[in-house]
């Protein structure tokens, strides 16, 4: 998840994000919905999409229950594990 994503990025701090602008551009690619999204301020970043409990799975490669599984695996199509 860490080899193609979207980084939003603020150059001043994580209260950017909630421009309205930023919000609305945020929600865009997170409904496109194809990459990971990142917010990046302050020399530090969270994932905000896929959601964590589905990130931790296809991150650490974990059996996610049965209701997360469909999306673990498509994300897991997308990006395979190295």
Do not use: C, Y
Request: charged content about 25%; cysteine-free; overall charge positive.
């Amino acid at each position: 998840m860490e080899r193609l994503f979207i980084v939003v990025r603020s150059n001043d701090g994580p209260e950017n994000f909630k421009h309205p602008v930023a919000v609305a551009m945020i929600q865009m690619f997170v409904r496109q919905g194809s990459l990971p999204v990142w917010l990046s301020a302050r020399g530090s970043k969270s994932l905000i999409h896929p959601r964590p409990e589905v990130a931790t799975h296809v991150l650490f490669g974990t059996s996610p229950p049965e209701d997360l599984r469909p999306e673990v695996e498509e994300w897991l199509r997308r990006f395979p594990p190295i």
